[in-house]
């Protein structure tokens, strides 16, 4: 018999629907996905934590505790990446630990814990938390294929991880791409080295031969298949339940669940599926066999279009794939997993849209510097000297990262009972591994892309085709205009500008929107930049769409060449917006945590 663990609520919506499934259109099917006897079920974790606050104003611990009372006989698991919890960067020891401890008080009885580049060091604590909980601990290692990952390392490790004190093990193929004999080798492998505990294979169905795979795993005496129910699968989700439960009917591999209620879950999510359709993207859809070329999973492909998108990039798309691979060889061979594969993913759309290495993301310098863990292979020195400088073996640490790091949960719990938003002690750990989209949710400043309610929206696509079609709103106009969140009357008889708070916004008019009604939009005036008499005058533009984080000189202050002096948000990683010039700042013009687009203006400086 061979068990299914599904993950319809995490994996699946994450890989066809960029991650936006709200939980009001998970709950109402959960009693009777509770009653198939699934071997688990995957409803956390992942970019399900950040897309909760970033785009669906939803407090992830509440879906939680939600989903896990509604599921009471299926154990409930989430993806934790290690000592990155759910984000994509290091975080202290107590950190990890107390993120453990409140998941699972909070419902969450198993843990997938995996790095991103498999080096052990840094499932250590998770591990070992989630064992001292009583949670059921699952040890997983990423998938990839290069030169360096043999199925002989993969034996090894998962011996590794078994003496860790891990109750199953995984195979986290995240990009879809193992193949039959492969993932044969390696199950056969495992079992035949004395591995006691169950394995479980996770794949997807990018590549379009994860059936194969799936079948000789069986053959190969696999434990438990990863899979969705079919309507939340596309090409870059997961095989299946159904099919693969047909499949593996009157075998001794049969999983012995009801194809009947089987077929009422997915009669619910067919509904769900044309609900989001304004998220559909057809590159998430097709099975796509270059996948064991640019090994980019499916989570990250459905994002890596919708984050393409909105930078104007879209039709960048296919070199960005070429460009992956070449990234990937320059970085060691790091499975293209979070966070490592927006490390590489982000760094290769820079090289298309910039030239290559002309523009590096701070993460890339901290991968290199050997904040994310050993690269999994070899760097040329020529490669550090290009992302790190001359002095690049200075910077390059060989000690696990977290043991840098000070304790940090008390520190971020008086910082959030100052700012009197401490509510209950999870508010801690959404502000410490989101410090900025964290404190914004926090305050209750988020707005959601959308409610259950007000779906199904039009694709983005047509929604604009249709809006170039309609006729301009004509003057005078008389309405309201929503101003740093209050509404202001105001009267116009063409385009003016309107002056609050200090600010000058410029206000036009919008066409009428869905409900046929009219209103306005604003904009901050960007002030023209005088020129100093006693230089070049310089303007500074960012060079995508993006949230400034942090700006990190004065106006006044005098700055080299290439030194940052903002921090931008771009595509989930960190950017510098540099000095193009040695000179001195003289005139902000974005404040943190504004949105800005490609070519805002970001600050004027002297030369």
């Known amino acids: 018999m061979v068990q299914l663990h599904d993950q319809t609520l995490r994996d699946a919506h994450q890989s066809v629907l960029a991650t936006r499934l709200r939980t009001e259109d998970m709950l109402p099917i959960c009693d009777k996905m509770d009653q198939v006897g699934f071997d688990s079920m995957e409803i956390w974790g992942g970019a399900t934590f950040d897309a909760c606050i970033r785009y669906l104003d939803e407090d992830p611990w509440e879906r939680l505790n939600k989903l896990s009372d509604a599921l009471p006989n299926t154990r409930v698991q989430m993806l934790e990446r290690a000592m990155n919890i759910v984000a994509y960067s290091n975080y202290p020891d ?98 035949e080295t004395g591995i006691k ?28 298949l990863d899979t969705s129910i079919s309507s939340l699968t596309g090409a870059t989700g997961q095989p299946s339940t159904e099919s693969v439960t047909a499949a593996l009917q009157d075998t001794e591999y049969d999983t012995g669940y009801d194809m009947d209620l089987l077929m009422d879950i997915r009669e619910y999510f067919e509904g769900i599926w044309s609900k989001y359709r304004h998220l559909h993207r057809n590159q ?67 090289n298309v849209k910039f030239g290559r290495y002309e ?35 200075d910077e390059v640490i060989e000690e696990r990262p977290a043991s840098l790091l000070e304790p940090q949960f008390k520190k971020k719990r008086d910082e959030l009972e100052d700012m009197g938003l401490l509510k209950k002690p999870e508010d801690v750990l959404t502000y410490a591994i989101y410090p900025d989209i964290g404190l ?65 916004y410029k206000v036009s008019v919008l066409f009428p929107d869905r409900s046929g009604s009219q209103g306005a939009t604003t904009k901050p005036k960007k002030e023209e930049p005088t020129q100093d008499p006693s230089g070049e005058e310089l303007e500074v533009k960012a060079p995508m769409l993006g949230t400034v984080l942090d700006l990190k000189a004065n106006p006044g202050d005098q700055v080299k060449k290439d030194e940052p002096i903002a921090i931008l948000e771009a595509m989930k990683m960190e950017n510098d917006v540099s000095a193009p010039k040695d000179g001195t700042v003289k005139e902000f013009h974005v404040g943190k945590g504004e949105d800005v687009e490609e070519n805002d203006l970001i600050a004027t400086m002297v030369v």
């Open 284 to 350: 998430a859809l097709r099975v796509d066999p270059s996948v064991t070329v640019h090994q980019i999973p499916g989570g990250m492909l459905s994002n890596l279009v919708n984050q393409l998108e909105k930078q104007g990039a879209a039709d960048k798309y296919e070199e960005v794939l070429k460009e992956v691979p070449r990234v990937r060889e320059d970085f060691g061979y790091p499975p293209l997993v979070t966070p490592s594969s927006q490390i590489v993913g982000v760094q290769a759309v820079m």
């Open 440 to 504: 914004k949710f926090l305050k209750g400043e988020v707005e959601a892309e959308f409610t259950s309610d007000e779906l199904p929206l039009e694709p983005e696509k047509e929604k604009e085709e249709k809006e170039v079609k309609k006729p301009p709103v004509s003057y005078p106009f008389e309405g309201k205009v929503n101003i740093d969140g209050k509404d202001y009357e105001v009267k116009m008889e063409s385009e003016e500008t309107v002056r609050v708070n200090g600010k000058e």
């Open 197 to 224: 505990i169950p394995i479980d294979l996770h794949s997807h169905k990018t590549s379009g031969m994860t059936g194969f795979a799936y079948m000789k795993a069986c053959e190969a005496g696999v434990d438990v």
């Open 94 to 191: 107590d950190i990890v630990k107390n993120f453990v401890r409140y998941a699972y008080r909070n419902g969450c009885e198993s843990f997938r814990i995996f790095d991103a580049l498999n080096d052990l060091r840094y499932m250590k604590v998770p591990i070992e938390t989630a064992n001292e909980e009583g949670a059921h601990v699952q040890g997983s290692l990423c998938y990839t294929i290069s030169p360096i990952h043999t199925v002989e390392q993969y034996v090894e490790k998962f011996k590794e991880l078994e003496k860790m004190g891990c109750d199953s093990l995984c195979i986290k193929d995240m990009a879809g791409m193992i193949s039959p004999t492969r993932a044969y080798n390696i199950i056969k492998g495992c079992k």
């Open 359 to 393: 523009k590096i993301t701070n993460d890339t310098k901290e991968y290199f510097r050997g904040m994310y863990g050993r690269p999994p292979g070899e760097i040329s020195e020529e490669m550090y000297e290009t992302i790190l400088g001359p002095d690049w073996e």
